[in-house]
């Protein structure tokens, strides 16, 4: 069986039989990976049986089955693991040792240790071939936007612009419209952060979105709107939680049927940012309205799951419901591990500096509200923690602009704009 080196610690070959295998201590190995699924052909001789030998040999093993059109991020970060957790000296094989030898290039061109042109010569000085490497950065590539964050230190808020490097375009997702509600004052502080950010890259606006009503600070939609042209949209059941305030407010003008964005997003529903895939999943129990946009790799899940040192959103709104939250949080932990989570807000835990990226990985792993906790754990213990939170300070200021698409009410007769509050309407919740 003819082995390559790869690198001072890793090695290939083709599928070793069980007798090359006894051979691997003496040859001064400690692990064997082995990369190929169980049952390719008849004469391999499987998983159990390679693990079997090498238990027997003192060899750590471990399977990590690919097919060469299906790698994942996960499955290159499952292959270094092994290789790095390993004592010394490495075997990896697949049928030819194409994969095993593929899996590492990807991970070395993924962590900037190589590029992605020095693989194929890498490849031919070894006489393997390495085109599956290029095919996959090539793929991965066309999933991966380029993801910003603004943070606003007022509410906590963050928002995005998510673009596609092939084509310049982007969307802006979750834009705060500045509001200082001691003196009445509007401003346009975020959202200009924002264009020019825009502007400086060159980028074309495709969509303007929001994830859902906010309720603790006024969206920028509108704004961004009348700015740049471009479209703006929301869930399609944002028409419920229209009807909900529209009782609050004692409000018989407001149109309840979601007239005021330009696109009503239905759960699974798909469109574009430039040449990058893009889906909705419907993620209630926040509001009843709430969204996720998944957008290539990267999922914008707003208040559903925040960092995983500070558990996840509240469920105690007019319209929320810690259950169904829950249920929501489940399909957005459903997505591939390596699927990188954008959080809607930041508040901060111990005065750490505010941080919005996760994965889907580090959320299982670590989330204190969703590692090892059922759903009536989760119900029990979010439904405990909303009874101490007191409404978010601008929920009555926000809601009546929100629903109306970012829209400030209508100037009066001389030129003021006035918000009205409902006294005594949101009962039951804890006094700051
Ligand atoms: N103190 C903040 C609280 C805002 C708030 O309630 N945030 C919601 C998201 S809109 C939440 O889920 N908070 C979770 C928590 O505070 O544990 C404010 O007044 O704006
Ligand atoms: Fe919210």
Redesign the pocket.
Known sequence: MPITAISEKLSVSPQPSVEDIRSLRDRGFKTLINNRPDKEDALQPGTQAERQEAKHHDLSYAFIPVAASTITEADVRAFQRAVNESEGPVLAHCKTGTRSLNLYLIGEVLDGRMSADQVGEFGRSRGLDTSMTASWLKQHAARRPQVKGFFDKR??SVQYVVSDPATGKCAIIDPVLDFDEKAGATATINADAILDYIRDNGLTVEWILDTHP????FSAVQYLKEKTGAPTAIGERVVDVQKLWKGIYNWPELATDGSQWDRLFAHRETFKVGSIDAEVLFSPG?TLASITYVIGDAAFVH?TL?MPD?????ADFPDGDPRVLWRSIQEILALPDETRIFT??D?QPDGRAPRWESTVADQKKSNPHLAGVSEEEFVALRTK?DQT???????LHALQVNISGGRLPEPEANGKRYLKFPLDALQGAAWE
Not at 310 to 314: E, Q
């Open positions: 509410t906590w906010h309720a603790d600070h926040h208040d925040f500070s558990g996840t959103a509240r809607g807000h508040y923690r939170l007191p409404m978010p300070k601008l929920i």
